[in-house]
């Protein structure tokens, strides 16, 4: 059975940065894709980042592009989020979820991915 574990959220001022990493156990890591999602309070589920098996195919969320960089060891089977200037609408529950790599190399539907960790907190000041 697949698991995934967040960790490296915390509280950071607006221009602040973190990085986010994602433990995947269970299964050869690089059998997977791994995909991020956040969910702010009060709202739906969306999509951040997602990077293929290989770490060769990447792809981001507008709201994002450009601040954020998706990454991979697969040898340390860990995936990253690392997050520069961030904003107060940064604040979320951050998810990292994984689904068996296939054809399609980029996935941003949740429904999608098969495997999910209990996330990880981010919150923004002002």
């Known amino acids: 059975q697949v698991q995934l574990a967040e960790s490296g959220g915390g509280l950071v001022q607006a221009g602040g940065s973190l990085r986010l990493s994602c433990t995947i156990s269970?299964?050869?890591?690089?059998?997977?894709?791994v995909g991020w999602f956040r969910q702010a309070p009060g709202k739906e589920r969306e999509f951040v980042a997602t990077?293929?098996?290989?770490?060769?195919?990447?792809y981001y969320g507008d709201a994002v592009k450009g601040r954020f960089l998706v990454s991979r060891d697969n040898g340390k089977n860990t995936a990253y989020l690392e997050m520069i200037n961030l904003k107060p609408i940064d604040t979320a529950v951050y998810y990292c979820?994984?689904?068996?790599?296939?054809?399609?190399?980029?996935?941003?539907?949740?429904?999608?991915?098969?495997?999910w960790g209990q996330g990880t907190k981010v919150t923004v000041s002002s």
């Open positions: 979820a994984a689904r068996p790599h296939s054809m399609k190399v980029i996935e941003t539907e949740a429904s999608e991915y098969d495997y």
């Open positions: 990077i293929s098996w290989s770490g060769r195919g990447t």
């Open positions: 269970g299964r050869p890591f690089d059998n997977y894709a």
